[in-house]
């Protein structure tokens, strides 16, 4: 049994919900798009519906089918792409809300699905998704006629609470709500954790579920640990690995253990992390390969079955670090090779 394992703590996620959710003066929702940032869109979906979750949002409504299928007729699913060309059938067999982003998306729902539920996407500055001030003032009066289930916006700086950009959204946000009296959001992870300010009704953390910043406070959720295939002696000038990359400078032990770029441990990460033997650090040493990495495993007295990836000694958010990236890309890149093991209960 050579595959790589893969921990996924769904009480810890559950617990991260419900210290967001106690952080948060507004209903809190779970954003579970990516098949829950790689994690199991179903197990995560019901373990955090059976904590209490009430909203969950997702970026397509294909996504929000599986969501719908997970945990029942109860909750709302909200998805971020709107109502998309070809959308119309998943919204309405499965009672998925689109969050329109354009006067064209509201055009299309007003016309296709008549009287099924809705909400709205505002651009507040980012430049990405939703209607900006201009159209927003074309349609204003039509869509809240409507009575929208939600008016949104989405912060480009949360995960910096000094940015000055923050304020100005929020003020960019204000504006465009003003007079309307509906439930509003504005907060994902990173806003819960501005301020009081910015939760409004209803909040849509990811990240922070899931164990990553900047939710400092998060419990760990997943672990990973890579079976040893192999140890070798590596002699003082021989290299270890593609391109020669790495030399050995001293006589050296290396073993090779069973994941590789193919399972999301990024090409960057060659010579530049480590994988753990307990509290032991061992540097990863060479280039990571599709399948297989190389490990300076000399300093230790014996070799063990696995060495850990992520685990009590480094997390999503340091092995991010390493790779140059964020916590959000390492979870989501993780791919299927795995033998998954899930903690806790999924009802
Ligand atoms: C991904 C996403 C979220 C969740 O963000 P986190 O930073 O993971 O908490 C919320 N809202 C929108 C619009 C998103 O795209």
Redesign the pocket.
Known sequence: MSAARLTIDLDAIAANWTRLARLCRAETGA?V?ADAYGLGADKVARRLASAGVRSF?V?LAEEGAQIRQAVGSGPRIFV?SGHMAGDTQLLRNLDLIPLLNSPEQLARHFDALPRHPFGIQLDSGMNR?GMEPAEWKMVRDHAIAADPLLVMS?LAC?DESEHLFNAQQLDAFVNMTAGYAGPRSLA???GILLSPEYHFDLA?????LYGGAPFDAARPVVSIALPVIQTREVAVGEPVGYGCSWLAERPSRVATVAAGYADGILRALSNATRLWAGDRPCPVVGRVSMDLITVDVTDLATVPDALDLLGPHQGIDALADDAGTIG?EILTSLGTRYRRRYLGSSI
Do not use: M, Q
């Not at 849509?204 to 922070?208: D, E, L, M, V």
């Open positions: 954003t798009k949002f970026a971020f998704l989405h949360a994902a992870t990173g849509r953390p990811g990240i922070g959000y």
